[in-house]
Nanobody, 125 residues
Framework: QVQLVESGGGLVQAGGSLRLSCVAS???????????MGWFRQVPGKEREFVAA????????VYADSVKGRFTISRDSARNTLYLQMNSLKPEDTARYFC???????????????WGQGTQVTVSS
């Protein structure tokens, strides 16, 4: 069973930055040519929202329009760790952020098989 553990959340003022990390307990889908990892976020009472995703080996990325130019997804293969650098944070970025992994890189959360427990990000105005 793969475990994903997020960290790095917290309280920050608008305009500030945070970097989220997601450590995987083991390499997932290692037999696949490539696989995807993504960040999603959720506010209570709302659906989980796509933020960013990356092909683990190839490195191609995709972002939600709402975060494009402000957030950067990256990975460190040696550490088996996924990152989300968040700059110019806005109050509307406040949510619980989850990392996930699946056989493809996609915006669709239904295509991700494993999820972390999430880390809370709160942006004050």
């Amino acid at each position: 069973q793969v475990q994903l553990v997020e960290s790095g959340g917290g309280l920050v003022q608008a305009g500030g930055s945070l970097r989220l990390s997601c450590v995987a307990s083991k390499r997932t889908f290692s037999d696949y040519r490539d696989y995807g990892m993504g960040w999603f976020r959720q506010v209570p009472g709302k659906e989980r929202e796509f933020v960013a995703a990356i092909w683990w080996r190839g490195g191609s990325t995709v972002y939600a329009d709402s975060v494009k130019g402000r957030f950067t997804i990256s990975r460190d293969s040696a550490r088996n760790t996924l990152y989300l650098q968040m700059n110019s944070l806005k109050p509307e970025d406040t949510a619980r952020y989850f990392c996930a992994t699946g056989p493809i890189m996609t915006r669709n959360n239904n295509n991700y098989n494993y999820w972390g427990q999430g880390t809370q990000v709160t942006v004050s105005s």
